[in-house]
Antibody, heavy 120, light 110 residues
Framework: QILLVQSGAEVKKPGASVKVSCKAS????????IHWVRQAPGQGLEWMGM????????QYSQRFQGRVTITRDKIATTAYLEVSSLKSEDTGVYYC??????????????WGLGTTVVVS | QSVLTQPPSASGTPGQRVTISCSGG????????VTWYQQVSGGAPKVVMF???QRPSGVPDRFVGSRSGTSASLAISGLHSEDEGDYFC???????????FGGGTKLTVL
């Protein structure tokens, strides 16, 4: 069974940082990219960035560039999302998701359950 | 403001057909294939259409995707109550060099 298991909810003060983990299992971690998507309360989905499972190469949304760092541990088959200088507007649910299909398919077939981050 | 434009809401009665539109531009829908996600009751999104007209296994053939120029649409025929939820279109944008989502359409089955 292919799973992405995310770390638990976090409550942070403004200005702090948060690091969310996403543990992959049931597939070859290095064959896929992991993406991070944010959803603010009552709002839509925002793409934050991605990491290649094999090379560790990253790409970030311009909106989050400089404040977000995505890393991975190949041995632990885990991806991480760190957001720094948190603001109240960063409150929301953070999802990791596995991309599938040819290059430039912006399609995610497996999603984590989401990690709620509250900045207050 | 989203790069992709969707109507905020859509509705229909059981058995009816509804269509959800997604309008973009030459650098996104005009170049790359659209994916549609369904999100129910705040849970994780689930892909219901990819490659514009490909359905994952388990998604009924009542769901049909299409694209024309810089717009895409998702049609759902024979509406069921379990089709209720939020639907998002998504695509890679070559100019922004990032993924973009539509603002979402809330589908209500009356």
């Amino acid at each position: 069974q292919i799973l992405l298991v995310q770390s638990g909810a976090e409550v942070k003060k403004p200005g702090a940082s948060v690091k969310v983990s996403c543990k992959a299992s049931g597939y070859i971690f290095t064959d896929y990219t992991i993406h991070w998507v944010r959803q603010a309360p009552g709002q839509g989905l925002e793409w934050m960035g991605m990491i290649q499972g094999d090379t560790g190469d990253t790409q970030y949304s311009q909106r989050f560039q400089g404040r977000v760092t995505i890393t991975r541990d190949k041995i632990a088959t885990t991806a991480y999302l760190e957001v720094s200088s948190l603001k109240s507007e960063d409150t929301g649910v953070y999802y990791c998701a596995r991309r599938f299909g040819p290059p430039h398919y912006f399609a995610f077939d497996v999603w984590g359950l989401g990690t709620t981050v509250v900045v207050s | 403001q989203s790069v992709l434009t969707q109507p905020p809401s859509a509705s229909g009665t059981p058995g009816q057909r509804v269509t959800i539109s997604c309008s973009g531009g030459n650098s996104n829908i005009g170049r790359n294939q659209v994916t549609w996600y369904q999100q129910v009751s705040g849970g994780a999104p689930k892909v219901v259409m990819f490659g514009e007209d490909q359905r994952p296994s388990g998604v009924p053939d009542r769901f049909v995707g299409s694209r024309s120029g810089t717009s895409a649409s998702l049609a759902i025929s024979g509406l069921h109550s379990e089709d209720e939820g939020d639907y998002f279109c998504a695509v890679w944008d070559n100019s922004l060099n990032e993924g973009v989502f539509g603002g979402g359409t809330k589908l209500t089955v009356l």
